[in-house]
C-alpha cells in the first residue's frame, strides 16, 4: 500500500502529453486548469509551501517579471499545498514587509492554487517522497496554448529558480514554433539558430551551397534570425 502511494505521488505527464485537467480554489478564485487558459502560454510552476524565505524571493521575482511574460503571451500560475487564507496571509506580509534586491510593496496578482489535499501536485508529480512527502518540489511546467506541456524543469526544495532562464525557455519554444529552427546552447533572441538536419543528400548538398545557411557539415548548419524578428514576433502588440 505504501509503495503504491509512492508510485502516485511522483507519477508525472511527460512532454508532449496533454496537461492533466483540474478544478481549483486559488488567490484569483476559482480556476478551471488548462481550459481557462486556452490561447495562452502558461508557466504553472509548484513551491514547497508559504512563508519560507526561498519562495518569497521567488514570489517577488516572478510578480515582478508579471509583464513581461505577459507581453510574452504567457500566465503565471503558482501552487503549493497551503491553504488559501495561508496564501492570502503570506502575499500581503509580502506586500507589506519584504524587501529584496530592491523589490518592495510587491503585488502577485497571478492565481497561487490551494492543494491541502495534494490532488494537483500528485497529478503533476511534484510531491517526491525522497525529498519531502509533504512539500512539492520546485517544478515548472510549460504549457503551450493548446494545453500540451512543452518543457518540465525540477528543482529540489533548496535551490531556487533561476527566472532569466524560465523567460529564455518561452522565448526559445515560441521561437522554435515560430520559425520552424531548433535553439543551440545558451540561446538569446539574436543568435543564430539551427537548422534541422537535411532529409536527403539532395537536401544536404542546397544547403551546403545556400549562402543565408552556415554549414559546418552536412549535419550542422546555422543561419541568422536577428533579435527584432524574434521578439517582433512573439511579443504581444499593447
Known amino acids: 500500500m505504501e509503495q503504491a502511494l509512492e508510485q502516485q505521488a ?3 505527464p511527460r512532454i508532449g502529453d496533454p496537461a492533466p485537467e483540474f478544478t481549483a480554489v486559488t488567490t484569483q478564485g476559482e480556476i478551471n486548469f488548462p481550459s ?3 490561447g495562452s502560454w502558461v508557466i504553472l510552476f509548484s513551491h514547497p509551501a508559504d512563508f519560507t524565505p526561498v519562495c518569497t524571493s521567488e514570489f517577488m521575482t516572478f510578480a515582478t517579471m ?3 511574460f505577459a507581453e510574452a503571451n504567457c500566465k503565471l500560475v503558482g501552487l503549493s499545498i497551503d491553504g488559501l487564507y495561508s496564501h492570502i496571509a503570506w502575499l ?5 514587509k519584504i524587501e529584496y534586491k530592491g523589490m518592495k510593496d510587491v503585488e502577485v496578482m497571478f492565481p497561487l492554487i490551494e ?3 495534494m490532488d494537483v501536485a500528485k497529478k503533476y508529480g511534484m510531491i517526491q517522497p525522497n525529498e519531502d512527502t509533504t512539500k512539492a518540489v520546485r517544478a515548472v511546467f510549460f504549457i503551450d496554448p493548446k494545453g500540451t506541456i512543452r518543457t518540465i524543469i525540477y528543482y529540489p526544495l ?6 532569466e532562464e524560465l523567460y ?3 522565448i526559445a519554444l515560441q521561437a522554435a514554433d515560430e520559425f520552424g529552427v531548433a535553439t543551440p546552447a545558451d540561446w538569446q533572441p539574436g543568435d543564430d539558430v539551427i537548422i534541422g538536419p537535411a532529409g536527403s543528400c539532395g537536401t544536404a548538398k542546397e544547403r551546403m551551397e545556400d549562402e543565408d545557411i552556415d554549414c559546418k557539415d552536412w549535419f550542422f548548419c546555422t543561419k541568422k534570425l536577428d533579435k527584432e524578428t524574434v521578439l517582433n ?6
Open 36 to 38: 481557462d487558459f486556452s
Open 92 to 96: 500581503r506580509t509580502i506586500k507589506e
Open 158 to 163: 533548496s535551490l531556487g529558480r533561476n527566472f
Open 115 to 117: 492543494d491541502i489535499k
Open 66 to 68: 508579471e509583464d513581461k
Open 10 to 12: 511522483v507519477s508525472m
Open 233 to 238: 514576433k512573439i511579443l504581444k502588440k499593447k
Open 168 to 170: 529564455r525557455v518561452i
